[in-house]
């Protein structure tokens, strides 16, 4: 942009004529301009850095969420029946397949109070005489082994022993897997926040 100062004529006392030139100031439009972007240029920087900074506590916050996510529960498929057990009888689980599980995590339950343990005729048989609202897989007396006799996981093949008070027949039976593992005997203290019913049948 130019601004002109104008020009002008002048005489002098002895008559002659002089034409006077004035100066043509040049203001560059760089300068105007660079004021105008100045603006601009901040605000999408605080944009940018606010953007940053959100994306950054989001994160933050999707990751302590999924350190709380529970390990999936195992799959596993059983199959069961009764065998006999003097004048009464037993309801007999084995696990057929799917994983493998601490026994320390699992417990059960039945429509009514029953009994886990080994196979009749064993050194620690189930016996409804102990029945309660819940047992869990590594119940034992004093310092004994667990009396279900599978050891610290349940696998492929194995199988456990239920005796419900009264006849076995027309019971509901649950097995559950706990995210920790189930503390103390008849019925145990399930500690956590999380367990899953993973297998449910009627006898």
């Not at 994306?55 to 990751?63: D, G, K, M, P, R």
């Not at 689980?93 to 994983?99: I, R």
């Not at 050194?123 to 009396?147: C, H, M, W």
Request: net charge negative; proline share 7%; no cysteine.
């Amino acid at each position: 942009m130019q601004k002109d100062r104008g020009s002008g004529v002048a005489a002098d006392p002895s008559g002659s004529v002089f034409i006077q030139f004035h100066e043509r100031a040049t203001v560059p439009r760089d300068f105007e301009e660079d004021g105008r972007g100045v603006a601009p240029v901040i605000a999408v920087t605080l944009l940018v850095a606010i953007v940053v900074v959100l994306a950054t506590t989001v994160s933050a916050f999707v990751l302590a969420q999924d350190s709380d996510v529970p390990p999936p529960a195992p799959q596993i498929s059983v199959s069961h029946g009764l065998v006999d057990d003097g004048s009464e009888q037993t309801v007999a689980v084995t696990l057929e397949g799917g994983n493998a599980v601490a026994t320390d995590q699992l417990y059960v339950a039945g429509s009514k109070p029953l009994d886990i343990g080994g196979a009749p005729g064993s050194g620690t048989p189930a016996n409804e005489i102990y029945a309660s609202s819940r047992e869990n897989f590594v119940e034992a007396s004093d310092d004994n082994p667990p009396q279900v006799g599978i050891g610290d996981r349940w696998e492929s093949g194995e199988t456990i022993y239920l005796d419900p008070e009264g006849r076995a027949d027309g019971v509901t039976i649950r097995l559950y897997w706990n995210t920790e593992p189930i503390e103390g005997v008849n019925p145990g203290t399930v500690t956590g926040d999380d367990a899953y019913l993973i297998v449910e049948f009627r006898v």
